[in-house]
């Protein structure tokens, strides 16, 4: 009994501090405590929840007949809208506070929400190696059951909760790009139902035109109900070396070469300063030597990028065999590094034992529980961008991100774009090589101003033929906008299924211009 009445003390002690400070107050000067005491606890809860049901539903085999079901109602809840006259745009009745993207869309309140639940894995396909599955499946679902029986995604993105549907209609990256590409290149199919309640699959061969011009358009063309998508063979560990690279120059040579290697399965890199990284190369195995197994996704284990780090101080090359799910979920119980911002004692060893097993919070209760002010303050004095520009402008593009904006660490990842159509392909006819440059935390440039300092780093992705993420908060006018995605296909495809009158054009959605 005597836990749980120093538990009811603390709480009440906590109430009566909350009341006395004000709620803001505690949720923007001490958001450690809300965090730890209420968010950590509710973040595990969901996720028992998530991964308990995803399993249930493909072990009864109850996902493929419901699933039909559910798109018959997603049509009907179209049809239904155009018989009462299209008055406004459409949109999943998804809340704005559940995806991972830190902006919530106002479009949410004046939209007609049409209710999308689908988010079971529907089949795995060994034999076609394909595993199709609904668009609110997360990457922590796909890689408990894919590596349950051996099998992966060619690209797996970082964060368990970045769903299916996100990364089509957006974008997703892993280490292992510069092989695959980004995550629609693995991508075979799609199901959507369109405008008119129709249901349609597109395929590279049929209804090519929609097949590509989905990625990047944020649901502004269809509604996903399904993806096929390649799986390949697993093998139980990573066998990952780190390089400590000092020098701009020979960090971006050193990258530009092992990111060229095929034998490399995952290349990443970690910037520290601008001429401090740990260039990390990995392949899958199923050998280990059990000395150097390093299960660096326990909970009581140091955050990835902090023991990244550790062989820059030291100045020593590494070699680790990491189990293949850690790796994938790497930087996920510290969000990258943003959690440090959040919990600034995340990472002390006796937090980490103690509670490092409700790590991470989810993004999504983050993003629920923050409020105006916090919101407000975040867009001003944090950034949180990944820019994609080619490979041979790396150093240039290091350089511009140190001028504008000085965040630090910054993440590295290199991907192959091919030569297809859509709103994102290379300058010329063949693929290129090109680096994810993820910059996520405080701005340390003096005077830092988001919209001004985002708009001259936006202005440099442009002039190199460069692109931003769109989950992120883009400056960029109209034309600007255009400048930087090839829209051609896009705007011939609303018009030619009826989109103009049933959902927001891409720059409308995401862009603050014209949110604002």
Known sequence: MEPAV?????????????RVKGLEFVLIHQRWVFVCLFLLPLSLIFDIYYYVRAWVVFKLNSAPRLHEQRVRD??????EWKEQGSKTFMCTGRPGWLTVSLRVGKYKKTHKNIMINLMDILEVDTKKQIVRVEPLVSMGQVTALLNSIGWTLPVLPELDDLTVGGLIMGTGIESSSHKYGLFQHICTAYELVLADGSFVRCTPSE?????????????????????????????????????????????CEKFTHESQRPENHFVEGLLYSLDEAVIMTGVMTDDVEPSKLNSIGNYYKPWFFKHVENYLKTNREGLEYIPLRHYYHRHTRSIFWELQDIIPFGNNPIFRYLFGWMVPPKISLLKLTQGETLRKLYEQHHVVQDMLVPMKCLSQALHTFQNDIHVYPIWLCPFILPSQPGLVHPKGDEAELYVDIGAYGEPRVKHFEARSCMRQLEKFVRSVHGFQMLYADCYMNREEFWEMFDGSLYHKLRKQLGCQDAFPEVYDKICKAARH
């Open 6 to 18: 120093s538990l009811a003390v603390c709480a009440l002690l906590f109430l009566l501090w909350v």
């Open 74 to 79: 997603i049509q009907k809840q179209v049809r």
């Open 207 to 251: 209804n090519s035109d929609l097949f590509y011009a989905v990625p990047w358009s944020c649901g502004t063309l269809g509604f996903l109900v399904a993806a096929e998508i390649r799986i390949i063979p697993a093998k139980k560990y990573v066998k990952l070396r780190f390089q400590p690279v000092r020098g701009l120059e020979t960090i």
